[in-house]
T-cell receptor, first 113, second 115 residues
Framework: TQLLEQSPQFLSIQEGENLTVYCNSSSVFSSLQWYRQEPGEGPVLLVTVVTGGEVKKLKRLTFQFGDARKDSSLHITAAQPGDTGLYLCAGADYGGSQGNLIFGKGTKLSVKP | GAGVSQTPSNKVTEKGKYVELRCDPISGHTALYWYRQSLGQGPEFLIYFQGTGAADDSGLPNDRFFAVRPEGSVSTLKIQRTERGDSAVYLC?????????????FGPGTRLLVL
């Protein structure tokens, strides 16, 4: 069974701080996605990484896919209260059913003004 | 354009009852997915439709759960003889054609509470 472990589970920081959250697995994924979910809403896709070692930047967010395609990280620079939410990573099963995303449990981020 | 919509937004039922949850995907999306999210967990895959057919139903927990998509658009997730452990948020997502790096667009979910 493929599992994605996210850490930390909870993170509470002050506005302006930097942070990194991690997504790790013992399995290889063909692609990995990061989502943000707010209370009462469905997850919203932030980025998809496909190539081992790939780095993508989205404004203050930097996403990295590990060389072996087993892990990923999300770094947020100068966090703002609007970044508060649940950050989920999800992997597409390498060689498995198309569309079958395997999600981690998420990192719940709270950014205080 | 309109996103994925799900109805009802909340459903409270009694143990043993039957429930139906509806998902309206984005128009033109051939792929539709159902996930279940329990409190404090990430979404858990249930079933994936490509058009009218279930391409992968390996995530359905048991035979009390069933889903249909008869015309390749709207889908209904059906749960028979509900149990308290079925309480969760049921999320629906759709994507254009179902590729594994494709964006899945999620609806807001149906919150099911089984008393």
């Amino acid at each position: 069974t493929q599992l994605l472990e996210q850490s930390p589970q909870f993170l509470s920081i002050q506005e302006g701080e930097n942070l990194t959250v991690y997504c790790n697995s013992s399995s290889v994924f063909s692609s990995l996605q990061w989502y943000r979910q707010e209370p009462g809403e469905g997850p919203v896709l932030l980025v998809t990484v496909v190539t081992g070692g790939e780095v993508k930047k989205l404004k203050r967010l930097t996403f990295q896919f590990g060389d072996a395609r087993k892990d990923s990280s999300l770094h947020i620079t100068a966090a703002q209260p609007g970044d508060t939410g649940l950050y989920l990573c999800a992997g597409a099963d390498y060689g498995g059913s198309q569309g079958n995303l395997i999600f981690g449990k998420g990192t719940k981020l709270s950014v205080k003004p | 354009g309109a996103g994925v919509s799900q109805t009802p937004s909340n459903k409270v039922t009694e143990k043993g009852k039957y429930v139906e949850l509806r998902c309206d995907p984005i128009s033109g999306h051939t792929a539709l997915y159902w996930y279940r999210q329990s409190l404090g967990q990430g979404p858990e895959f249930l079933i994936y439709f490509q058009g009218t057919g279930a391409a992968d139903d390996s995530g359905l927990p048991n035979d009390r759960f069933f889903a249909v998509r008869p015309e390749g658009s709207v889908s209904t997730l059906k749960i028979q003889r509900t149990e308290r452990g079925d309480s969760a948020v049921y999320l629906c997502a759709s994507s254009l054609s179902g590729g594994d790096a494709e964006t899945q667009y999620f609806g807001p979910g149906t919150r099911l509470l089984v008393l």
